[in-house]
């Protein structure tokens, strides 16, 4: 079987990583020459918009399925009417605009935080007056990690932060002074069947994600799951699916979902029965779904910028290295490594030294009062 991955990053590497032992072999289409996943099957260096070389993508492949949201929805469904992809373009379409995106979670009745269409400055203005300040302005499209967002908090912020979009179509969602981010990872067969993973607490700086540690057994959970079935079983979606969340009290507002796997699920790679990339090509591909449940405590740090020393890293009890091959660039995911504990104690001790050696000193201290309580 040949899987066909529209994207050639660290997502569709992992992705080829998981299916390698499972006999399947890759085809990546991606501009990029240095794409990291080249290495572990077939390079189709080209635009995603070529026509010619969905073509020849559909026609080597089995099945296809895509890496990240920014690719152009047209090419999905040019490359639907060629081979079966998954998930579907009509879930990209959703996905990759946010303005969509939050009309179909009001649709579902999944909470947001409230939020305004903003096409023009005119609009920028009716928006600040509908919804409040503190607020984010984001493009409606291709933003990720941060970048394609500006914080309006005063009216001094209204110009910057609309020349800092280009004056692009965007959404401006009230700032939620929330208790804590987590995301859950699911993944849904043809056959409509669903499983879960357990939610994952996130850390963010500058907004990317830095950190991540699982949280089996989170009293959020079960809300968690009733909103990413209403969206999985709305889009007839196949495949791995991520809903990030804000918790607010005992409340979770739906942030955004990814129709992929996700970064915030790196830990399932060791700290699961079957990893989300695996699931996903299962899931893509037919098969039988693999178990979700967490195998003792895990967690996942990020190494943005620059990798760390590997045996350093390796050092640490638990720790499991990815290094994903890229040149090192400031703001750029090199790497992750995911770590694994029988207990909780031990979970904090490896993390504490993975983030002293990953990322700032004052993220290394203060993960403790946020999230260890909730583990123990």
């Not at 240095?34 to 290495?39: H, S, V």
């Not at 908090?153 to 987590?182: H, K, N, T």
């Not at 699916?241 to 804000?246: D, G, T, V």
Request: charged share 25%; aromatic share 6%; with cysteine.
């Amino acid at each position: 079987m040949i899987v066909g991955i529209v994207g050639g990053g660290q997502l569709a590497r992992m992705l080829a990583l998981a299916g390698c032992p499972l006999g399947l072999k890759f085809i990546f289409l991606d501009p990029d020459p240095e794409a990291c996943a080249a290495p572990l099957g077939q390079h189709l260096r080209g635009r995603y918009d070529d026509w010619a070389l969905l073509a020849r993508l559909a026609r080597e492949v089995d099945v296809a399925t895509y890496e990240f949201e920014n690719v152009p929805e047209e090419s999905i469904g040019v490359l639907s009417e060629l081979v079966a992809v998954h998930p579907n373009a009509n879930v990209l379409a959703v996905a990759r605009d946010r303005l969509r995106e939050k009309a179909l979670f009001r649709e579902l009745a999944v909470p947001t935080p409230r939020f305004a269409a903003v096409h023009t400055r005119a609009d920028l203005e009716r928006a600040v007056a509908k919804i409040g300040l503190p607020a984010v302005l984001k493009k409606r499209t291709l933003g990720y990690d941060g970048k394609g967002q500006a914080v309006l908090r005063s009216a001094g912020d209204f110009d910057a932060g609309w020349a800092r979009l280009g004056g692009a179509r965007s959404i401006l969602e009230r700032f939620v002074p929330f208790d804590r981010e987590v995301s859950l990872i699911a993944v849904r067969g043809g056959n409509g069947e669903i499983l879960f993973y357990p939610l994952a607490e996130n850390t963010h700086r500058d907004g990317v994600l830095r950190f991540s540690v699982s949280r089996p057994g989170d009293p959020m959970q079960a809300l968690a799951e009733d909103y990413a079935r209403r969206l999985l079983d709305t889009l007839d979606y196949v495949g791995v699916f991520a809903l990030e969340l804000f918790q607010v009290g005992e409340t979770l507002l739906a942030n955004e979902m990814a129709p992929r796997v996700h970064n915030s699920g790196h830990w399932t790679i060791e700290g699961a029965e079957t990893s989300q990339f695996e699931n996903h090509l299962r899931a893509v591909l037919g098969w039988p779904l693999g178990p979700t449940t967490a195998r003792g405590y895990a967690a996942m740090v990020n190494f943005i910028g620059v990798e760390p020393d590997a045996a350093q890293v390796l050092a640490i009890p638990g720790v499991h290295l990815h290094a994903y091959g890229k040149a090192a660039r400031q703001g750029r995911k090199l790497g992750h490594a995911t770590l694994r504990a029988e207990n909780a104690r031990a979970l904090h001790a490896g993390l504490d030294r993975l983030l002293a050696l990953a990322s700032p000193v004052k993220e290394a201290h203060d993960h403790r009062d946020s999230t260890e309580s909730r583990v123990a």
